[in-house]
């Protein structure tokens, strides 16, 4: 079982945010955990905490992170696909996974937060024309990724010469994870596009596993070959996270991610919490 830490709110650092967002990540690398997640939003969000509350550029600070550790992974939970130009995007992820090392996921979704985009001025379409944009940008990842350099022409996106190199150090590409729960779109995307998914901790997430099974079935795809991720959080107690992986592991998830909550210190938690379970094999597995 994988247990990762995302870090949403930097409130509590003070005027420490540096030294002390380094400190987790060393103390999420050094505890053993799989993965260190951080939001890529640039106000906080209402469900965290007040917009004005600090909150960091997220690609700078998961390569601050990448400098800081040696062994986890890093990625983002997740990037609204209207935040960026998904060439840059792709251009980004791949800077990220070569300096580290290979460590590097692209976590992506549609985006949903339309305060933050009025505040900051990026075009916020309708739902529909956000997923046109997300199978997009993920059909440009994966022909980057391939080397392949020849013109991309989509409804929403172009580009006349999609070079990347270096190379990704991952192979055969950085992981894809696909944040959100839909069940025509997202779920389908995931089946036909992405190497993992991120799923919130609730009731429904046994049946959203299963529709993700069937739509695996319908692309093709060997639905244990899917990293399934839930996001979750924790009272901060070892036993509680402890208590929270098994049920999750149980349900079928495979990597079980903690967020931290303003005023915890969740790695040293989950780093006793991951010794303990280490070896629980998801159901299904």
Known sequence: MRVGLQVPSFTSFGDRIGPEFARVARDADQGGLESLWVMDHFFQIH???APDEPML???TTLGYAAAATERIKLGTMVTGVIYRNPALLVKTVTTLDVLSGGRAYLGIG????DEESRGYGFEFPPVARRFEQLEEALRLAHQMWKGDEKPFAGEHYRADRPLNVPAAVSRPHPPVLIGGAGEKKTLRFVAKYADAC???DSEELPRKLDVLRAHCDA??????DIEKTSLTVTDGSVQNAVDTIGRLAEAGVDHV????????DLAPVLAEAHAQVEDIVPAGR
């Open 198 to 200: 991120n799923l919130f």
């Open 257 to 264: 991610i903690f967020s931290q909550g303003t005023g915890q």
């Open 57 to 59: 550029e997220a690609y």
């Open 47 to 49: 469900q965290v905490g």
């Open 219 to 224: 692309e093709g795809r060997d639905y244990a």
């Open 110 to 113: 549609a985006a949903w937060n």
